[in-house]
């Protein structure tokens, strides 16, 4: 067994989930399978970000600020799925198994981590068979995610890492912010998200002030199609991603005018 530093090529593009498969079905058969949820899969050679908003998660939804919403609509975002971190992949006999380390979760500590053997069954298709989990998940490429792949992280005051990241694959990009507050020393592992807010009500929108934001980013525009935050939902904001020609190890990230110095992590262009 070896375990890559670096992703293969060909999962380096965004994915998105088309199928869920119960254990006794066949993936590859022409029957339907459940698609309960709207997920992208962002990949770059080393860095991840997924996205995943059940159907609960996404009725009765409006863009506005959580201090705005109702408890029914605050109730609904603690179904969000949102994660970024580094990927390893290990390659066995039987295939490739994938792990996603998570730097940053929009929900608690989990008792296991993220992973899953990834098979293809078609060149721009991949079956994701949970280890910890019994469904199969069938992911399809955007076609237009390819031909550049960047990951920056965000600076503080100081210059040192604040855990915010930007990553771009193709025509795309995801945008994470770390919420404000940690979580509770001592709290369970594997609670979920609703699970805390039942046991610490007032904490309520500091957990969910969270931003994991999926969108188009192309021709100096970023169009948002979905947030963790739907405040940010259908938002097109003025884009510019520029590195440092003096220190190619930083760039600059300009959004709405304005201009911050960010550290590449990634940058590729081909």
């Known amino acids: ?42 990949q770059t050679r080393q860095w991840h970000a997924h996205l995943r908003l059940p159907a609960g998660a996404l009725e009765g939804g409006e863009a506005l600020d959580l201090r705005r919403l109702n408890t029914a609509q605050l109730a609904a975002l603690t179904h969000q799925q949102a994660y970024v971190g580094h990927t390893q992949i290990q ?63 965000g600076l503080d005051a100081q210059g040192e890492d604040d855990g915010r990241r930007v990553l771009v694959a193709g025509a795309y990009a995801m945008r994470v912010r770390l919420r404000q507050i940690a979580w509770p020393r001592g709290m369970r592992v594997g609670f979920t998200l609703a699970e805390a807010m039942m046991h610490q009500p007032d904490q309520a929108l500091s957990w969910l002030d969270q931003e994991l934001s999926f969108g188009r980013c192309e021709q100096g525009r970023w169009t948002v199609e979905h947030s963790t935050l ?16 003096d220190d190619p190890g930083h760039a600059w990230l300009e959004i709405e005018g304005v201009a911050e110095r960010w550290r590449v992590l990634e940058w590729s262009d081909a």
């Open 91 to 153: 390659a066995q006999p039987e295939g490739d198994l994938c792990t996603w380390l998570r730097r940053a979760d929009y929900q608690p500590p989990a008792s296991w981590p993220e992973t899953a053997w990834l098979m293809f069954d078609a060149p721009d298709r991949l079956l994701r068979i949970g280890v910890h989990a019994e469904d199969t998940e069938v992911w399809q490429r955007l076609p237009d995610s390819v031909g550049r792949f960047r990951c920056l992280a």
């Open 1 to 42: 067994m070896s375990v890559a530093t670096v992703v293969p090529d060909d999962l380096r593009w965004v994915w998105t989930c088309t199928r869920v498969c119960h254990p006794d079905a066949d993936p590859s058969a022409s029957a339907p399978g459940m698609a309960p949820m709207w997920a992208r899969w962002l």
């Open 230 to 245: 739907p405040a940010h939902e259908g938002r097109t904001l003025r884009c510019q991603m520029v590195r440092d020609a």
